[in-house]
């Protein structure tokens, strides 16, 4: 029996324990010590002191002893529900942390930005569908800054993205490398052409995408290292590549497109030519990018092995870690 006067109160800096709300779970299911200390392996003083121990810490009284059985408490009563709620939900915490240690299962939420997306997500989706059937894949497509901020804020996992990025504690496990070519309107002098010199981007009129967009950046840079002067014509209307090569089609310039790009994006209209630079060919690389020292690490550097193996059917080179 319970003292007279128990030291109850509402703080008395005790926390109950899983044992002490495990034993008296099943006290409240069977109504009796000796069943309920066999339910869950505990000898019999050892449960009664557990429960004892939780109305302590609780500084509430649970059950009404007798000699003959056991009753809950008004207080029990209400608490029996609530107990079993708890010990449901730390069962679920440990499922979910022994799942959590499975790869590839639960969600990984990938962001890639618009200049890769549409060309590289069916290889990525088949291989994720095919190898990795367990794995929650939630994909973003964003530009490049908001997916850095994305994966800084934890909003996102793992980026699939052109590099180099340059940014502190951002780890790029690399993919390909892919070459650009130069998509012209039918009748251009340089349309069809596979020997095309970097210097004669100088003064041609090129269409590139919006600011913000990794690959106008990219361009910029091709056209500068080939001499282009920061006079020279360029005309920014193309908020994406789909609208860009229509663009060039209606005559209105030249522009660069990742070889991956070209099938998707030239294949709709005839007008659209492409021609090849000579070696060494403009290009941009492809990686994964994650959190350095990421709680994933081993699990996405093996989705990057996975990955490579599969854009072998790609238009690009594949390069390995550490390329």
């Known amino acids: 029996m319970l003292p007279h006067n128990p030291p109850y109160g509402p703080y008395r800096g005790k926390q109950p324990s899983l044992s002490q709300l495990r034993a008296f779970a099943a006290v409240a299911e069977h109504l009796h010590f000796r069943d309920a200390a066999a339910a869950i392996g505990m000898s019999q003083p050892a449960l009664s002191g557990a429960v004892s121990a939780l109305e302590e ?6 059950l009404e002893r007798t000699t003959r059985k056991v009753l809950l408490s008004p207080a029990g ?8 709620a708890v010990l449901d939900a730390v069962s679920e915490l440990m499922e979910e942390a022994e799942a959590a240690q499975a790869p590839f299962t639960g969600v990984l939420r990938l962001g890639v930005i618009p200049t890769v997306a549409p060309y590289l997500l069916p290889t990525v989706l088949r291989l994720v569908h095919q190898r990795y059937p367990e794995l929650d894949l939630q ?11 994305g994966l800084a804020a934890g909003r996102l996992d793992l980026l699939l993205l052109a590099v180099p990025l340059g940014v502190p504690g951002v780890t790029e496990l690399p993919l390909f490398d892919e070459d650009f070519v130069l998509v012209t309107p039918e009748g251009h002098p340089l349309a ?11 003064e041609l009129k090129l269409l590139l995408l919006d600011e913000g967009h990794c690959l106008r950046d990219q361009a910029l840079d091709i056209c500068r290292e080939a ?6 014509p360029v005309t920014t209307t ?18 660069l497109l990742p070889r991956t790009a070209v099938k998707v994006e030239t294949a709709r209209n005839t007008a659209l030519f492409t021609g090849r630079f000579t070696d060494p060919a403009p290009s941009r690389r492809v990686a994964l990018a994650m959190r350095t020292g990421a709680a994933r690490q081993a699990e996405f550097e093996e989705l990057a092995g996975a990955l490579r193996g599969a854009m072998k059917r790609l238009p690009v080179r594949v390069v390995g870690d550490g390329a």
């Open 57 to 62: 810490a609780l500084g509430v009284q649970l």
């Open 77 to 84: 009563e209400r608490l029996a529900a609530r107990t079993r």
């Open 139 to 149: 994909v973003h497509e964003e530009q490049t800054s908001s997916l850095l901020e």
């Open 192 to 202: 069809g052409r596979d020997d095309i010199p970097r210097e004669a981007l100088k």
């Open 227 to 232: 001499g282009r002067t920061e006079g020279a």
């Open 238 to 255: 193309a908020a994406g590549l789909s609208t860009l090569v229509q663009l060039v089609a209606g005559g209105l310039g030249v522009t």
